[in-house]
């Protein structure tokens, strides 16, 4: 008897510790997607405190030294904030992260690749733009839209080539543009679907929801189609030659 109350014990105590351990889980899901709003936050706050210098440069005498400052027209403890109507060109830091949810716009720099880069059976979640060698180069990021979450990225392509970019191999690239140890960071990343991304350990139940935005937005694109890599390789082979056809010299 005593040994079968030991027994209990344990169980009822092994099943209090795996409840903690997904409260844990939630907790950390929760408090990263905090820190991530308070980085897009700040962000933003940089942007307009960068349209604010350009719009409102500090007053320069160059015929005066060593003058007291003069009083500011704004009262104190109020920071000044550029007016809606004030419209500047934000300039794009190197390895500068960009949101671009649903329905969000982007910087007129950057030109909008989120409806050509959708694919059925995928879900865009980021691209991002480098330069190299041979010049500027861009990558599109997806993760699948139906099944096992799987992700992949296109190979490197350049600008007039970008609109038709397929998956290539498999990457997790799709939060930072780095797949490997040493590699720069991209000059900057699109992040279409940040939510979605491999360190949320609820990606795939966010999935619906922002696959319901894009509907909405009048996607045609087919989620239910499970893509899988290898088999739309494999579709895209050439038929092999049957055995025993020779292979015969033109004119021949």
Same mark, same amino acid.
């Given at each position: ?12 105590? &092994? ?13 950390? &899901? ?8 308070? &980085? ?15 719009? +409102? ?12 400052? %003069?009083?500011?027209? +704004? ?5 000044? +904030? ?18 671009? %949810? ?13 409806? %050509? ?20 180069? *861009?990558?599109? *990021? ?8 799987? +992700?992949? %990225? ?7 080539? =970008? *609109? ?15 797949? =490997? ?41 087919? =989620?239910?189609?499970? *893509? ?25």
């Amino acid at each position: 008897m005593k040994k079968m109350l030991n027994t209990a014990g344990i169980t009822l105590e &092994s099943e209090d510790q795996n409840q903690n351990l997904a409260n844990f889980a939630d907790q950390i &899901s929760e408090l990263a997607k905090r820190i991530f709003r308070i &980085s897009c936050t700040l962000d933003k706050f940089e942007q307009d405190l960068e349209i604010l210098e350009n719009h +409102f440069p500090a007053p320069v005498n160059k015929n005066l030294k060593n003058c007291t400052p %003069a009083v500011s027209q +704004f009262p104190h403890n109020i920071i000044p +904030f550029p007016k809606p109507n004030i419209s500047a060109p934000v300039q794009i830091r190197h390895s500068m992260p960009i949101i671009a %949810a649903p329905g969000k716009p982007l910087p007129s720099e950057i030109y909008d690749y989120r409806p %050509a880069l959708q694919r059925n059976g995928l879900i865009l979640l980021a691209w991002d733009k480098r330069e190299t060698e041979a010049g500027e180069r *861009y990558t599109a *990021y997806w993760v699948t839209s139906a099944g096992t979450a799987r +992700f992949y %990225a296109s190979r490197p392509l350049p600008l007039n080539k =970008f *609109y038709s970019a397929q998956p290539h191999h498999k990457s997790y690239a799709a939060e930072d543009g780095i797949e =490997f140890y040493g590699q720069n960071a991209p000059s900057y990343i699109v992040h279409v679907a940040p939510e979605l991304m491999m360190s949320n350990p609820r990606h795939a139940e966010l999935r619906l929801s922002h696959i319901q935005a894009l509907k909405d937005m009048g996607s045609t694109v087919d =989620f239910d189609y499970k *893509y899988l890599l290898t088999t739309e390789k494999n579709r895209n082979q050439p038929p092999k030659k049957p055995d025993g056809v020779k292979h015969q010299r033109a004119g021949a």
